[in-house]
């Protein structure tokens, strides 16, 4: 079955440290990439998109992600966090062009202390 | 512009009773989706609407269901109700169509069943 797989439970960091989350999708076809961040009480924002092209590709917030294809791989980086992005991070996949299903993967929290 | 609206934001059923969740999408979006958010299982697909059509369906029992009108407003229902259809429920609006886009989600309907 397609699934999505983010490696890591429950990252904590200080600021001003350096984020990365790791994903990995078992889809072999084309695919369209997501991170999906959930900060307390909200809804789900989209942090960054990978259709196509670039493999590097930038988000709000200072956040962005590599599409690494031989790896199966969409890594969330970010230099430097803050306090305020302390929330729950989700990688998602949509494994075919037609519809919007997203296979999400079970979720990163990110805790970040001042 | 406005954004996905679920009402209600909560509700508590008993077990074996039955319950509507309604979606408006953003204005001009095409299709919505349904999802369901649980601490065990994460965020799993329940279906898609497209067009008054259900276009792609999760991996849920029949008592789940939905529908979609033609304003693009859509509904999710679930009959005989069981404890462990306690979860967030997500509503994303897309544009549609046969080029993926980016879903935008909903605060979600917190059902707890009892």
């Known amino acids: 079955a397609q699934s999505v797989s983010q490696h890591n439970h429950h990252v904590i960091l200080s600021e001003a440290a350096s984020l990365e989350l790791g994903c990995n999708y078992s889809?072999?076809?084309?695919?369209?990439l997501f991170w999906y961040v959930q900060y307390p009480g909200q809804h789900l924002q989209l942090l960054l998109k990978y259709f196509s092209g670039d493999p590097l590709v930038k988000g709000i917030k200072g956040f962005e992600a590599e599409f690494i294809k031989s790896k199966f791989s969409f890594n969330l980086r970010k230099p430097s966090v803050q306090w305020s992005d302390t929330a729950e991070y989700f990688c998602?996949?949509?494994?075919?062009?037609?519809?919007?299903?997203?296979?999400f993967g079970k979720g990163t929290t990110l805790s970040v202390s001042s | 512009k406005a954004g996905v609206t679920q009402t209600p934001r909560y509700l508590i059923k008993t077990r074996g009773q039955q319950v509507t969740l309604s979606c408006s999408p953003i204005s001009g979006h095409r299709s919505v989706s349904w999802y369901q958010q649980t601490p065990g299982q994460g965020l799993q697909f329940l279906f898609e609407y497209f067009s008054e059509t259900q276009r792609n369906k999760g991996n849920f029992p029949g008592r789940f269901s939905g529908r979609q009108f033609s304003n693009s407003r859509s509904e999710m229902n679930v009959s005989t109700l069981e404890l462990g259809d306690s979860a967030l429920y997500l509503c994303?609006?897309?544009?549609?169509?046969?080029?993926?886009?980016?879903?935008?989600f909903g605060q979600g309907t917190r059902l707890t069943v009892v």
């Open positions: 994303a609006s897309s544009l549609g169509g046969r080029r993926v886009t980016e879903a935008f």
């Open positions: 998602a996949v949509i494994p075919n062009q037609a519809g919007t299903a997203l296979i």
């Open positions: 889809y072999g076809g084309t695919v369209n």
